[in-house]
């Protein structure tokens, strides 16, 4: 069956480095993946979205590359801040937004 | 310009009972997705409605069902309530630009608490 894993662990990094979250799929051929943002008691928010075609797509501190190969994306916060704590959700598509799987996510927690 | 709107913000039920969900898409947009996500868990897909069809449907049962007006806003129901329904329930909208929908924007959900 069809599996997307992130980092069930949470990832504690220090102001101003580079967090890097990862997400692996199986059993799946995504046209493209997306990464999103979500709060505690709020919904996703939409950060990137990167196609089968193209490794890699950024947008301001947010780089996000995608192995087709590896079937695996990797998603970097540079300068990171208090604010990015947050939990980070992958998402993967191959019917044109039609039907959308998300992994479990990945907490993020950035010290002062 | 309002985004994505659900109500109720939250929602007790009783187990057996059956429960309505309601969402307004963000203006501008004409697909309605429905999730559920559990407690540490990501979005799982219900289904997705398009020109007041079903689109596509994710593995949940046929208590599950849903519906789209002509102004594009949706419900969710859910009959014969079990405790595992208790969830966040997140309504995602897009827009359908030349046959893909991609970028979803979510509202801030119904969180449904069944006893």
């Known amino acids: 069956s069809q599996k997307i894993e992130q980092n069930s662990e949470a990832l504690n990094i220090q102001e101003g480095k580079t967090a890097t979250l990862t997400c692996n799929y199986t059993n799946y051929s995504p046209a493209y993946l997306q990464w999103y943002r979500q709060d505690p008691g709020r919904g996703p928010v939409f950060l990137l979205l990167?196609?089968?075609?193209?490794k890699e797509k950024r947008k301001e501190r947010l780089k996000v590359t995608f192995d087709t190969t590896l079937k695996q994306s990797l998603f970097h916060i540079t300068a990171s801040q208090p604010a990015d704590s947050a939990t980070y959700l992958c998402?993967?598509?191959?019917?044109?937004?039609?039907?959308?799987?998300f992994g479990a996510g990945t907490r993020l927690f950035v010290k002062a | 310009d309002a985004g994505v709107t659900q109500s109720p913000t939250h929602l007790i039920k009783t187990r057996g009972q059956q429960v309505t969900l309601r969402c307004s898409p963000k203006s501008g947009h004409d697909t309605v997705s429905w999730y559920q996500q559990a407690l540490g868990q990501g979005p799982q897909f219900i289904f997705q409605?398009?020109?007041?069809?079903?689109?596509q449907r994710g593995n949940f049962p046929d208590r599950f069902s849903g519906h789209q007006f002509p102004n594009y806003s949706s419900e969710l129901n859910v009959n014969a309530l079990l405790l595992g329904d208790s969830a966040l329930y997140l309504c995602?909208?897009?827009?359908?630009?030349?046959?893909?929908?991609?970028?979803?924007?979510f509202g801030p959900g119904t969180r449904l608490t069944v006893t």
């Open positions: 998402a993967l598509d191959n019917t044109g937004g039609f039907k959308t799987i």
């Open positions: 995602a909208s897009s827009s359908e630009q030349g046959g893909y929908s991609y970028e979803q924007y």
């Open positions: 990167i196609r089968e075609n193209e």
């Open positions: 409605y398009y020109e007041e069809e079903e689109r």
